[in-house]
């Protein structure tokens, strides 16, 4: 059974510093992986989304990285800012044919950035 | 920008109710899903949709569950006689699989269901 782990559970900066945040996965054999944004009260936004045969994805000051074969990802936020502030959360789609909406999560990673 | 919409926002029921959950997909979306999160825990797959069936369900969507596209913009789930355990946010969920943003689900804001 796939299980997706996210370290650090949380994490506090201050404004401008370089950060990475971590998820590891049990299961290799994954279709993807994508990051989410999560803030209170509000739904998940899709940041990434890294196919199986990519190495990597950037939008903006983010970058996320995919090593399947060590099943790990890393999310690296440049020069955050207070805005960044949220739970970011990892999850994996499995390569085994069913819906490829099927996303297994992890638990997430409460970042937030001090002024 | 197009969004998935839910309402209500917050639901509150007395177990053993019926409750429905209301979602609006992003028009050209084909798929859809519902979530779950308890507090404090994990967001769980319940259920994805497509083509007016279910395309996969998960071992939390038992027979108490129901889904359906009543008409061509709603997409409701239906929990028949609500239980303590069924208290959690619900989020919905559209992707359009033939569209440049491939697989990229797009969530609604949820709805916080509270059984008392």
């Known amino acids: 059974k796939q299980e997706v782990t996210q370290i650090p559970a949380a994490l506090s900066v201050p404004e401008g510093e370089n950060l990475v945040l971590n998820c590891s996965f049990t299961?290799?054999?994954?279709?993807?992986l994508q990051w989410f944004r999560q803030d209170p009260g509000k739904g998940l936004t899709s940041l990434l989304l890294?196919?199986?045969?990519?190495r990597e994805q950037t939008s903006g000051r983010l970058n996320a990285s995919l090593d399947k074969s060590s099943g790990r990802s890393t999310l690296y936020i440049a020069a955050s800012q207070p805005g960044d502030s949220a739970t970011y959360l990892c999850a994996v789609v499995m390569n085994y044919g069913g819906s490829q909406g099927n996303l297994i999560f992890g638990k997430g990673t409460k970042l937030s950035v001090k002024p | 920008e197009p969004e998935v919409t839910q309402t209500p926002s917050h639901q509150v029921t007395q177990m053993g109710q019926e409750v429905i959950l209301r979602c609006v997909p992003i028009s050209n979306h084909l798929y859809f899903y519902w979530y779950r999160q308890i507090l404090g825990q994990k967001v769980e797959f319940l259920v994805s949709f497509y083509n007016n069936e279910i395309s996969e369900k998960s071992e939390i969507f038992d027979d108490q569950f129901s889904v359906e596209r009543p008409d061509g913009s709603n997409f409701t789930l239906k929990i028949r006689s609500t239980k303590l355990e069924d208290s959690a946010m619900y989020f919905c969920?559209?992707?359009?699989?033939?569209?440049?943003?491939?697989?990229?689900?797009?969530f609604g804001s949820g709805t916080q269901l509270s059984v008392l």
């Open positions: 299961d290799s054999a994954i279709y993807n």
């Open positions: 969920a559209s992707s359009d699989p033939y569209s440049l943003t491939l697989e990229k689900l797009f």
């Open positions: 890294i196919q199986s045969s990519q």
